[in-house]
């Protein structure tokens, strides 16, 4: 049973998460393939749900169309029913506010009529854009206990990673008495996980003070921490911002690790499998006398005639006899022609390889792609949604090809290291 | 055309003694197959994709699995302004007092509710087999020939002949179809050589009367009564022949060969091409995350669902959602069902397994030959079969067998209940 009760959620679901490059081209972060049938948003949403919430609203800004196709009714997530509900709350323009939204504090004011007729006394703001499994629920107990006017979720993370994230300072007590946002010279390791409660009084009070106080990390929790209540709420188990193509790769490989690292199944994380037709709808995977699979995730509707190493499938993806596929994430419905062979790399829905052509081959992983040199760096390729890949071209480390790239676009045999077809 | 003018009745209401075990707690129609549907989504699907959309099922043997496999009818798109999917369970009112006594009783009982929609034609079914169809071009033949009735029907062997409605076809249309000259229900030497599919179009007016007729019969069934008694009376019966696919489950070996036929580069039935839907919500499999097939595995010609967890062998196999194969083990020629968990070091071949079943480490099933009819292990729903059982070639466990009545090894061909 749940202890407390009904806090309303935000999800913030607008970032454009540009890092995530040709996989957000179409499409919002929170909305990309993850776990073969899963989205990103899926597991803060099925969290919210485990949780016993039931109220939420998804503030959208970037290419929101996937998300809200996905997100539909919300009956997978059982937001359905009297009381229930999950809105997409979309940027609008009014009286005085025209702008796009400036920061995720900007996002929740622009938002405010929505927290004002909810009715609720802890309001919970998420990000729509993480890996991992938690129990809100008891982040409200705690919030409750301490009498915090705001409570951040937050873990301990490498002293390397820190200047990625607000970074607090806490006392015996775990009241944060210090807060430094993406140091540059940290003093601490315990990340913030972008995971806030808030009083609602206290927020509805807080965003009507100044409206140049656009972000929760640079300009709210700061003030709060000198003047109000702010206790860190520690987490220990599995988070991971997949907004990095590599922190992305690594987090789907996790799927396969023998210890559960991620465990879609045991996490109970929920999706909607009837989006936008029947994505996820299809009849159990077909594996061929010829088929070879080993530590991989095979989502239904794959039909696999040649080898799948180390790989993480999306419903419908074909791989024909003698075609490799290894250490890659396909996502729907891509085609893998006779022996092609993939390696380590990232490919959008519905691409296709051509017969005898290569992906990811060479030994220069170094050799960062020239446009997007803090994109790819350790040697994944991008393959975007729609291309075709021609037979026998082959496809070095690092490089991007364009969505919808077709035969035409391949002015020789042989992409290099680093290079891209855009 | 807003108004559906067909209305289906799909005949989903028996057990199949010799589907054994497997019906002990569900329909025939409710069996699953194919790794994740069940028999059932074969009607409902072709059904919704003929743009058939107003539909009854007649269901009388332990309905609950179907009723719970239905739900609101929106897998198959069956719910909106004209379209439905209703399930009508026997009754008692101030006249009837009885079961259904047969299927053609089990409509008579509902004319009611076949009056009410006030349908141009009447498209009778069974719900236990496997096939595709547009039942538009049956519709479009039958309002063609003006006939009263027209059944579907396959061409078989005489030899087989005995356990169906046999019709002799004339050549009126061809390949497409003819007049019904001679029916005969299961009999040794038909003249036919066309076995009626139980896929029927009726005249509504005649479906009326001759259900009414049929009352005072002491039998009541399409094949045994309904069709001879229209041929009798010289109705305009004609034959809508049809060379697909058409997969048998009424007994064990029919339903395992209709399960082979999804195997192979060219499977004789292909599920995503066939546009079958099932109720993603029974049984919760829309909840399984993808497969996970781990280092040591080898997987080879094999349907596997969502949820399955495989560290052993599996060949020539089907696993529905939710099977975990333990290492070492290797699964053969088998199908089984959902939530199975088969540890380590097992040796499965021909086996037929039905839900929640465990099985320890070390167990073998299917693998002692002898002297029996069947080769098919059946091993009923809710066992844990304990460790280095060894369970011979055609073995049947009753569901939910007592711990006490497992015994180390099972003779080929035996029953435990």
């Known amino acids: 049973m749940r202890s407390s009760e009904d806090a309303l959620v935000l999800l913030l679901a607008g970032g454009v998460g540009s890092r995530l490059n040709l996989l957000v081209e179409t499409r919002a972060k929170p909305a990309v393939t993850f776990g073969g049938i899963y989205r990103i948003i899926d597991f803060s949403l099925s969290n919210v749900m485990n949780s016993g919430l039931t109220r939420v609203g998804v503030l959208t800004q970037y290419k929101p169309l996937s998300l809200m196709s996905h997100i539909s009714t919300g009956e997978a997530w059982d937001f359905t029913g009297r009381s229930r509900g999950v809105k997409i709350l979309p940027p609008r323009t009014g009286f005085k506010d025209s702008d796009w939204y400036k920061g995720t504090a900007d996002a929740v004011r622009r938002n405010i009529d929505f927290v004002a007729a909810n009715e609720s006394e802890e309001v919970i703001i998420l990000s729509g854009d993480h890996i991992y499994h938690m129990d809100f629920d008891a982040m409200l107990a705690f919030h409750r206990a301490k009498k915090a006017d705001v409570t951040v979720g937050m873990m301990v993370v490498p002293m390397d990673q820190i200047h990625q994230f607000g970074a607090g300072i806490t006392n015996d007590d775990g009241r944060i008495v210090d807060w430094e946002e993406k140091p540059e010279v940290p003093k601490t390791n315990l990340a913030s996980m972008g995971i806030y409660v808030f009083n609602r009084r206290y927020l509805l009070a807080t965003l009507a003070r100044s409206r140049d106080e656009i972000d929760f990390g640079m300009h709210i929790l700061p003030w709060a921490i000198d003047n109000d209540n702010v206790f860190a709420y520690p987490f220990y188990g599995y988070w991971r911002d997949v907004g990095t193509i590599q922190a992305y790769w690594e987090a789907n490989m996790d799927l396969l690790s023998r210890d559960g690292m991620i465990s879609p199944q045991k996490w ?85 390889f051509g017969e005898n052509s290569v992906v990811g081959t060479g030994d220069h992983h170094d050799i960062a792609n020239r446009l997007y040199p803090k994109h790819l760096y350790t040697g994944i390729t991008l393959v975007g949604e729609f291309a075709r890949i021609p037979p026998d071209i082959r496809i070095g480390r690092n490089c991007i090809v364009k969505c919808k790239a077709v035969a035409e676009d391949f002015t020789s045999a042989f992409l290099q290291d680093g290079e891209s077809l855009s | 055309m807003l108004r559906p003018t067909t209305l289906a009745m799909i005949l989903a209401g028996g057990r199949a003694d010799e589907l054994n075990v497997l019906t002990y707690y569900r329909p025939k129609a409710a069996v699953p197959y194919g790794g994740f549907v069940r028999v059932i989504d074969f009607a409902l699907s072709n059904l919704m994709n003929s743009g058939i959309e107003q539909i009854a099922i007649l269901s009388q043997y332990r309905s609950y699995s179907l009723i719970n496999h239905i739900g609101t009818g929106a897998a198959w798109d069956m719910i909106g302004r004209y379209r439905g999917v209703s399930i009508l369970p026997p009754f008692i009112d101030s006249e009837q007092q009885d079961w259904y006594r047969g299927s053609a009783d089990a409509v008579h009982k509902n004319l009611d509710f076949v009056q009410y929609h006030n349908p141009e034609e009447v498209l009778i079914l069974s719900g236990d087999h496997i096939y595709r169809m547009d039942y538009r071009e049956v519709i479009a033949y039958h309002h063609e020939k003006n006939a009263d009735l027209t059944v579907v029907c396959k061409r078989v062997a005489r030899k087989r002949a005995s356990r169906f409605g046999m019709a002799h076809i004339d050549d009126e249309d061809g390949s497409r179809g003819g007049r019904v000259v001679t029916y005969q229900e299961k009999c040794e030497n038909p003249e036919g050589e066309w076995s009626s599919l139980t896929v029927l179009c009726f005249k509504p007016d005649i479906l009326y009367q001759v259900l009414a007729e049929n009352q005072d019969d002491d039998s009541y069934e399409f094949g045994h009564d309904i069709i001879p008694r229209l041929m009798a009376q010289g109705r305009r019966i004609y034959g809508y022949k049809f060379d697909g696919y058409w997969g048998y489950t009424r007994t064990i070996g029919e339903y395992w060969n209709a399960n082979m036929d999804l195997l192979g580069d060219e499977p004789q039935v292909d599920l995503e091409r066939w546009g079958i839907r099932t109720n993603l919500d029974h049984r919760g499999i829309r909840d399984y995350q993808p497969a996970l097939i781990g280092k040591q595995a080898e997987v080879s010609n094999s349907l596997i669902y969502n949820g399955c967890t495989v560290e052993g062998t599996v060949r020539n196999s089907i696993l529905f959602p939710g099977v975990c194969v333990g290492a070492g083990s290797v699964i053969e020629n088998s199908v089984v069902f959902f939530s199975n968990t088969i540890g380590e070091n097992c040796r499965f071949d021909k086996v037929i397994s039905d839900v929640n079943t465990v099985y320890e480490d070390n167990v073998e099933v299917g693998l002692e030959p002898g002297d029996v009819q069947s080769v098919i292990s059946v091993v009923g729903w809710n066992n844990r079969v304990p460790a280095g059982t060894r369970l011979g070639q055609g073995i049947t466990v009753s569901p939910r067998l007592r711990r006490d009545r497992w015994v180390p090894i099972v003779e080929a061909g035996r029953v435990l209940r």
Request: proline letters at 2%.
């Open chain 1, 268 to 352: 109970q994380i929920r999706t909607n499998v009837e989006a936008a037709g029947r994505q996820a709808d299809r009849p159990a995977a077909h594996y061929s006398g010829t088929a070879e699979v080993r530590n991989s995730l095979i989502s239904a509707g794959c039909v696999i005639k040649g080898t799948v190493l180390n790989s993480v499938l999306s419903p419908g993806v074909v791989v024909e006899t003698g075609a490799v596929v290894k250490d890659s994430i396909l996502f729907r419905d891509c085609v893998v022609e006779k022996n092609a062979r993939l390696d380590l790399m990232i490919s959008d829905k519905l691409t296709r």
